[in-house]
């Protein structure tokens, strides 16, 4: 029985305030929470037992799948205090239903999405007889990964997590969040204590000398830890660049059969507008997520943004890279510079924020 792990415990802290009430993998990316996305492709590659190792908002994750009658098990290892990657492994590997010590164990960074081959990756695990094999890719900036650079047979070298220091950058090699362990290897992984696979137990082992080895792709991949990733792979998701089994046929968009939407507005580069939205005329979103009960007012222009459930965009209003908590409600005409994140039931009022100047008279007697 194939079996994997999916780490879903941390924070999301990037992703505030989306993630002030729901976890990183329970957000909705193209129509279907990230982790359904990430299941789909677990039980395509023949997985039929899943562990997800949760601590933040644990119990949501129980909630979202209490009626799943696909065919996979699902179990729930929850940490009370996180353990850190590794030992969220460790504390997971207890409900593995079994299978031999050299039995393969999947283990995924649950905010990955790639088009990883999983069965080539297990194949390449089995043919190296490898303890542990890492699904590795190239980035430009390498410096919020863990380096890891490997020799001509693809056996790890080293392995160094979120470089400090240009000197530092000895590759554009990284570890992209996918694992193949073998279970003895899995289960030698301190079980008292906070552990950080990437910052003890893999230059441990590769100290150790333990057959540590790459597997480096090219296929997509990114990160949807922060909140431009983030709604770029939804986008991507919905466009067809990225795939998933639950996205059937790529589109310009994805708009929800109750959403609203006036035919003067354009919805484009992968957008997903959720249910009983409304997107007023002449609206622009583009490369967005607009979540469920949201309204968008006339002409309002939405880029490269998240907005949460049930807030308000105000007629003429301009947002660029831009995360909008829940029950927010921006003004006409507001223009707020890029990559702000505006919390949870803020109110801005008409013209609050311009870049570019406001016309409301001022207020004071001179
Ligand atoms: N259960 C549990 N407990 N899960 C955790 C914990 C914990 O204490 N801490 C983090 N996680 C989960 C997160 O929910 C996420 O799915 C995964 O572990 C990785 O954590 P991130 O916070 O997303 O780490 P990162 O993106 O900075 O770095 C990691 O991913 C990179 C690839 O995207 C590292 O593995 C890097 O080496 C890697 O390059
Ligand atoms: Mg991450």
Not at 160 to 166: D, R, V
Not at 266 to 290: C, K, L, Q
Request: net charge negative; glycine share 10%; aromatic share 4%.
């Amino acid at each position: 029985m194939q079996e994997a792990i999916i780490l879903v415990g941390g924070k999301g802290t990037r992703l505030r305030p989306l993630t002030n009430h729901t976890p990183k993998p329970l957000l909705g990316v193209a129509g279907s929470s990230f982790i359904r996305h990430q299941i789909a492709k677990l039980m395509d590659a023949g997985v039929e037992h899943v562990v997800f190792a949760t601590s933040y908002l644990a119990g949501l994750f129980e909630d979202e799948f209490k009626d799943f009658s696909q065919n996979l098990e699902i179990s729930y290892a929850v940490e009370e205090v996180p353990l850190g990657t590794g030992g969220a492994i460790r504390n997971a590997a207890r409900l593995l239903r079994g299978g031999s010590a050299d039995a393969p164990v999947l283990v995924l960074n649950g905010d990955i999405l790639s088009g990883l081959d999983l069965r080539e990756v297990l194949e390449r695990h089995r043919a190296r007889d490898a303890d542990v094999t890492l699904h590795l890719t190239r980035v430009a900036d390498p410096r919020a990964f863990g380096l890891v650079p490997t020799d001509g047979s693809g056996r790890v070298l080293s392995f160094l997590e979120k470089p400090k220091t240009a000197e530092e950058c000895v590759t554009d090699q990284i570890n992209a969040g996918c694992y193949v362990f073998r279970r003895s290897v899995l289960d030698a992984i301190p079980a008292d204590r906070e552990v950080s696979v990437e910052q003890e137990t893999f230059p441990q082992l590769v100290a150790e000398g333990s057959r540590v080895f790459g597997h480096t792709t090219d296929d997509y991949w990114r990160d949807l830890g922060t909140p431009l990733a983030f709604v770029h792979g939804s986008a991507d998701l919905v466009t067809g660049r990225a795939t998933s089994p639950l996205v059937a046929q790529p589109a310009e968009a994805l708009i929800h059969p109750t959403a609203t939407v006036d035919p003067t507005a354009r919805v484009t580069g992968g957008s997903t507008v959720g249910p009983r939205a409304v997107i007023g005329p002449r609206v622009v979103v583009d490369r967005s997520i607009v979540a469920a009960d949201v309204t968008v007012d006339e002409g309002a222009l939405i880029h490269d943004s998240v907005v949460d459930h049930d807030s308000a965009i105000g007629s003429g209003t301009v947002l660029r890279e831009t995360v909008v908590g829940c029950h927010a409600h921006i003004g006409a005409d507001n223009e707020l510079p890029p990559q702000l994140r505006l919390s949870c039931g803020i109110r801005i009022p008409a013209q609050g924020v311009r870049v570019s100047g406001s016309a409301v008279a001022c207020p004071s007697v001179h």
